[in-house]
């Protein structure tokens, strides 16, 4: 039964009912083991002192932060075999059905939670994959309008943040080249132009700099925590530069 209490601990969201439910799991199991004429009554300090080692350790192990939860949950449950046994050696009611329980029947219980814990990181992984991916425009790798409203909503209610700066830009006679060179054309020049942008304002402003594309050839910029006149200053160098490379 004590089992149920340490997977619940070694989950993401931890209620504290778990940790009552594994202090009095033992004291319950052993009091209606001995109404049932299995144990005796005097061993009754045991049952306590089995409870608090228990518990004792499993939080230890919750407050370990240099492992990783899925760690923490293996030494739990072969800590738990372990006080079981010994509770078994202290009060000599070994059985086949009590040793197989404290050994085998929780190694696969382990077994069976490592392969949750194993298919919840990869559900995660995929999750974030994929969140990473919306936020991303398909052709030219930048972030996207989705990205762009929720980085703006971020800097309006962070109030430690000052100096926000967000610029709208576009590639001038862009429908020229479409019509002329055709889409696939057009499609290499926003990639080029992109990639250098962002290689730009990325290298001007790290970590304060984003470049988006907010539709077709139009772009917008966020940077945070420098002027104005830093950020106008850089637009300009970079128009010169892509006039000398036309």
């Not at 197989?100 to 298919?119: H, K, M, N, P, W």
Request: aromatic share 14%; net charge positive.
């Amino acid at each position: 039964m004590q089992v149920v209490s340490v997977t619940m601990l070694f989950r993401d969201k931890v209620y504290k009912i778990w940790w009552a439910l594994l202090a009095l799991t033992p004291l319950f199991v052993n009091v209606v083991e001995y109404l049932m004429g299995i144990l005796p009554l005097k061993d009754w300090w045991y049952w306590i002192v089995e409870s608090i080692v228990f518990t004792t350790i499993c939080l230890a192990l919750t407050r370990w932060c240099k492992i990783s939860k899925r760690i923490s949950y293996f030494y739990a449950i072969a800590s738990l075999g372990i006080v079981e046994l010994v509770s078994l050696a202290i009060t000599r009611s070994f059985s086949p059905v009590s040793i197989a329980a404290a050994t085998l029947g929780l190694f696969v219980i382990a077994i069976f939670e490592d392969q949750r814990f194993y298919s919840e990181k990869k559900n995660e992984q995929k999750i974030k994959l994929l969140e990473k991916e919306s936020e991303r425009d398909y052709l030219t790798g930048l972030l996207n309008y989705r990205a762009l409203s929720q980085e703006i909503n971020r800097l309006a209610n962070n109030n430690e943040i000052h100096n926000i700066v967000i610029g709208a830009l576009d590639i001038d006679h862009f429908k020229k080249i479409n019509d002329t060179y055709g889409h696939f054309v057009g499609n290499e020049v926003l990639k080029y132009f992109s990639t250098v942008f962002r290689e730009q304002i990325h290298s001007a402003f790290p970590k304060h700099g984003y470049v988006y594309r907010f539709g077709g050839e139009e772009f917008t910029i966020v940077v945070s925590k420098h002027s104005l006149e830093e950020v106008y200053q850089l637009l300009q160098s970079i128009e010169k530069l892509f006039n000398r490379r036309l």
